[in-house]
């Protein structure tokens, strides 16, 4: 059974902090993304990655950044946590057009 | 302005009734999804349609692809509580990636 796991399901990080959410899948999957989710907006992505050690800008990027070291795992990085990145992060990765998402996790920036 | 335009925005009925929601665009596309994301969890495809006029079944569900490729509704017959969530239609846009609408939240009544 295809897995996408994610490191947290809730986080509570406090303003200016440094944030890292972790993603692995285990399907030897070149592509994985980060996407944000916030009501009435859909899914909006962050960053992207076809490759390791390779990533592209989605929609979203600011505020962000990424790291691929390995195939498996996608970390997404706040540097510098703000009130308004509060929302729901999902990690997905795909071979082709069939996305499978991790499960979530919504982090609260006070 | 967003690609995909789905409706309504959400939709609360009793167990038993029939529903249609849409996702509608402008634009074409080669193909279209359906996920369904429960209350926790991330989203789960559907089925994916790519030919116009294309009507695919699951279960209770119809999912049919507009003739010119730009729309496609998601009819659920007897609905049962199970079938509460988000429904979120995505597109192709580039190579692996998605774009997706801002959703239907689904609650079926007991």
């Known amino acids: 059974d295809v897995k996408v796991t994610q490191s947290s399901r809730y986080l509570v990080k406090r303003t200016g902090e440094k944030v890292f959410l972790e993603c692995v899948q285990d399907?030897?999957?070149?592509?994985m993304f980060w996407y944000r989710q916030d009501p009435g907006l859909g899914l909006r992505l962050i960053y992207f990655?076809?490759?390791?050690?390779?990533?592209e800008k989605g929609d979203i990027p600011e505020g962000y950044s990424v790291s691929r070291e390995k195939k498996e795992r996608f970390s997404l990085i706040l540097e510098s946590a703000s009130t308004n990145q509060t929302s729901m992060y999902l990690c997905?990765?795909?071979?082709?057009?069939?996305?499978?998402f991790g499960p979530g996790t919504r982090l609260t920036v006070t | 302005t967003q690609l995909l335009e789905q409706s309504p925005q959400f939709l609360s009925i009793q167990e038993g009734e029939n529903l249609t929601v849409y996702c509608n665009s402008s634009?074409?596309?080669?193909?279209l999804q359906w996920y369904r994301q429960e209350p926790g969890e991330g989203p789960v495809l559907l089925v994916t349609?790519?030919?116009?006029?294309e009507v695919k079944k699951l279960k209770r569900l119809t999912f049919q692809f507009g003739d010119a490729r730009k729309d496609s509704s998601l009819h659920i017959t007897a609905a049962q509580p199970g079938d509460t969530g988000l429904y979120l239609c995505?597109?192709?846009?580039?190579?692996?990636?998605?774009?997706f609408g801002q959703g239907t939240r689904l609650t079926i009544n007991p």
């Open positions: 997905a990765s795909t071979t082709g057009v069939w996305q499978y």
């Open positions: 399907m030897d999957h070149e592509n």
């Open positions: 990655s076809y490759d390791v050690k390779m990533k």
């Open positions: 634009s074409v596309f080669s193909s």
């Open positions: 349609v790519v030919t116009g006029g």
């Open positions: 995505a597109v192709p846009r580039g190579a692996q990636k998605l774009v």
